[in-house]
């Protein structure tokens, strides 16, 4: 399973950017998939996620960002507009292997992760 994430760059405060991450070997869909963010000297943390029928945020994101996939391109994306200097990190696609009870919003949960994808937003 290779998960290839694209889109990030520099954007100014107010902007807008979708991330993509692309699927070799696994089918976005039959689990749930996700975002994460690793901002500068923080720990990693759960931005979005989507399961079969439902979708899951951060609060901090909420009203701004949404995730999506196309099936018929095997495609997760992320939407996010109105980016805020505090959004800057590196962006991470996620997904999971198999069905579990675990959280969806963590990191353990995920058996497969994209190599990141770097989003600067100035001020």
């Known amino acids: 399973v290779q998960l290839q994430a694209s889109g990030g760059g520099l954007v100014q405060a107010g902007g807008s950017l979708r991330l993509s991450c692309a699927a070799s070997g696994y089918t976005f869909g039959d689990y749930d998939s996700g975002w994460f963010r690793q901002a500068p000297g923080k720990e990693r943390e759960f931005v979005a996620a989507?399961?079969?029928?439902?979708?899951y945020y951060t609060n901090s994101v909420k009203g701004r960002f949404t995730i999506s996939r196309d099936t018929a391109k095997n495609t997760l994306y992320l939407e996010m507009n109105s980016l805020k200097p505090e959004d800057t990190a590196v962006y991470y696609c996620?997904?999971?292997?198999?069905?579990?009870?675990?959280?969806?919003?963590?990191?353990?949960?995920?058996?497969?992760w994209g190599q990141g994808t770097l989003v600067t937003v100035s001020s």
């Open positions: 989507i399961a079969l029928y439902a979708t």
């Open positions: 996620a997904a999971r292997g198999s069905a579990s009870m675990r959280s969806t919003m963590a990191e353990s949960s995920y058996d497969y």
